[in-house]
């Protein structure tokens, strides 16, 4: 590019421009640039992008290259540039996008382009179909010019002028990146089509509306599928003979984790507002802030976090207090150590308990691991995600479940069947039924996996920007995702679609939790607000208000009754996320602060909660660091 | 752009690494450019924060983001010392060799608690304590000067209710007219849990007014009531405060003179001692199992007292009784072995002119005959 540092030579260029193009016929491009030059002519900034080689805008307008390649090659410029863009920008930019696409494409058919026409569409309008649904429907109808003229959408399109606030940054942004780029196209269209509003400040909840009401039409089931119906159990003829068959109808054998879970049900302590549970609470010392991850296993005898130097540590209650002799010796005051398990090259940013015997851990390095906790060894590592995975989530769909679901073709777990000693407690099939996880990482997807299969068996990706936590429904059938684009999704297990988006948090969202029936989702996020959504209509039911710094975790009772959410600032909070105001208090403002359906907040010595999980039982566990200014 | 890199900066920069004057349109175009990178890296490098669960950026989230985005991170900046960085610095290498070893970081361990018990949160030392007693500590330190170093108590916080019924208390029984109250708050003691609270108080006020009160015998028999409530009662637990309640019981046994030195106490006092006998056997009795070195101490000291022949007699009675009282093993052990010798001794006092030594004298043949046989 040559620069020329007068400015009357720039404007003399203009000149010999606007005459090439006159001459040579190109009136759309000529009036297009005339008004260009008009709207700018006090731009300083512009000025000085304006000079630029004559030849690249002859080349620009060769008619050996046509319209219609220019046409697809600028916006597939634009779109990548789109997508790479800022976090906080995407929202408003990806609202620019899709009024361009529309444009160029009416472009394309009003200058008789129309099988070039139907090959943009083709191939840049299928990620517009989720929102835009019957706009582009009916756009794909339109391809010549009179149909211009019958379709209502395309009308409005072009007589009108689209009208977009953008915050002061990301109009210059975009003013920038097409001027670097000399898409002058682009540049043209946008000033005859657009009016774009630059403004202080950002208005997030206004885009998606479209795209909430599509996916808000597709049905959520949020009971069992007929296949996930255990079926009754077939005897074999051993214990067909034990069986008792003097009474008309044997008493069938529970599967021992199903009768745990029925004792568990039995013994649970019923939670209210008035009937607080008890919080045990573990606290790790001496992390030197690197502690990243913490999570506990169901019988909450183990605890294994995740650090910031790849370590991983597990601490095993049962077995510290068990010495050589077997007796119960471990002096009541002196603190549980722990066994240091290394695999990962980058630090650990999440790790879940399968069960009580295993777990699952990833980080930076992008892979996740499977270890076993009694043997002490990482025995698989999954790979997928190209760039870290920041969470992970296991299915409550546990494997006797699908034990039952898959009886007869049993889906044989051979990696880690063949594994299978004493030690795994393998069934009387001898197999490990495979279990379901998921993650969610920086590539702006979460990936559904299977214990069985190294790679993933679905890729939920329509997220803006990264995605911060994943988490299953109770059915095992969806999954949510919350993300840094301050949505939540809902996705489809079985089909990898979206089918449910919830706006309407101001910050990325850092937690989920599904209530137990399974029609309500809680997220919390880095704006210290816990919101609480109705998925049957994805509308916000409320939100708490309350705690001081960013949530962490958030968890239900396992009655559904309360809601306990930990926090950076030291505090477990309670909710009794479904009172109704007191009649009395109804006249007077809400206090700003604190929504009055919190319960009770417990403080902890400066230790900030990672992670809150009730047991079946209704023991609130929490965890966290004690670390001095780790705020 | 928004211009929080201005053109300015860009020249400034280009200065520092010696590069001639920079054009006007070089810096226009460089300073964007450049705001918009560290924009995305600072993106990038908070997202490693918030998921390192942390709220203080640090050169290791900064390194991560440079590396995701395949730039070479920055060598040099971990440590404290950044002097590293610099190219040109010398080091000794027998420096380093004979340096001190940097202290090892202490390993990870865990400890649980229970941060609340059916909703209430128990004021155990892991807990956060309480918010009045936090305010008190915040105004010692805030009223300390400079240059003392004020250590802050662990102030108790007692409600209105019990301040007042603890004031009432001690009145009640320091009043040497008015007998009425006593057994009303006796019968309290007995039966109420929640002056647990109160239990120190209630402790440090029996060997307080002990010792003020020697003088008086039915004080000290009040307080030797007290002692017998607080043991006997099924809510309080009195094992942190044995320490403390042996002392008065002890006085109210082997004291040289108790009561006002006239004929009636005189007489009351034996009782009195009798009565301060039994308690001592009756704590003895349910503590002793759980405390191993509280008998033999207490033996140590009756017999100490019963031994010496400076002390007075009342002393030798109480330490009779004591020792007769905490078991015919004891009697055995102690008094069996020593008795011609004290015999001997007694016959003086026995034969003496005193009246009032004689009648000690007597008492202690007495109760001697009693117990042995």
Redesign the interface.
Known sequence: QK?S?RPEESRNYEKIVLNYLKTKGYLKSESAFRDEIAARAGDEGLV?EMRVNTSNIVTAHNPNESLPDVYADSYVTFRDWVHSS???YQHELNAVLYPTFVHLYLELVAKRFTEKAVEFMERFGGEFKSEYATEIAELEGVTTIDSIKESEVAMTFRQNRYILTLT??AY??LK?FLHHNNLMTLLALINKYFTIRPSKNSSNGKFSQAEMTTLGNRDVYWGLYVEQIPRKATYTAAEEKAMDHKSPNPIPKIPEAEDKMLRDAEHRVPLSAT???????????????G???IDMSEDASR?V?GF?DSAI?I?D?AECQVNGQGKRTRNEAS????TDLRAHS??V?STAFLGNDWFLSAG?DRTIRLWNVDTQTNLVAYRGHN??I?ALAVSPVSSFLSQFASNGSAAVNTQIGSLSSPILGGTAGGSQAPSFFASAS?DRTARLWSTDNIHPLRIFAGHLS?V?TVQFHPNGNYVATGS?DKSVRLWEVQTGQAVRLCMGHVA?V?ALAFSPDGRILASAG?DYVINLWDLSTSKRLGSLLGHK??V?SLDFSADGTLLASGS?DGT?A?WDWDSKRPQDKEDTPDDASVSHQLI?S????KT?V?QVKFTRRNLLL?AGPFDQG?? | ??GTVTKESIRLIAKQHQIPSVKE?VT?ALA?DAE?RI??II?EAT??M???????LTT?DVN?ALK?RNVEPIYGVQSRDDSHGDPDREVDFNEIINAQMPRI?????????????????PNIP???PSDQAELSMKKILKNSSGKTLVKPLVKDVLSKELQNYYERFTKAMQDREDDSEVDKFLSDLSTDPSLAQLLPYFVEFISDEVTASLDSLKILRRMLNIIYVLIHSPYLFVEPYLHQLMPPTLTCLLGKSLGKEDEESSDEQWSLRQQAASILQQMCRRYGDAYRSLIPRVTKTLLKAFLDPQKPLTTHFGSIEGICALGSQTIELIILPNLPSYLQGLEEHLTASNSSKQIQARKCMDALLVRLF
């Open positions: 620069m540092g000085a800022l976090d906080q002061n940054f210059d942004l920038d009937s607080l549970p008890s919080i045990c609470f573990y606290t790790l010392f001496h992390t030197h802030q502690l990243t991850c605890v976090g910031d540590r601490f209650i603190p549980y150590t722990s980058g630090p940013y930076w760039y870290p920041w920086h990264d911060n840094t990325g850092s880095e710094a960013v962490n950076s477990v309670l009770k417990f403080s902890t010595k900030p990672f929490a780790h705020s | 752009m928004s349109e226009a964007p918009y924009r995305e993106q997202k490693f918030r998921h390192s669960k942390r709220g203080i290791e991560h995701l970081p202490r390993d990870c361990t865990m400890s649980l608690h229970w941060l609340a018990v059916e909703g209430v949160q892991q807990n956060p």
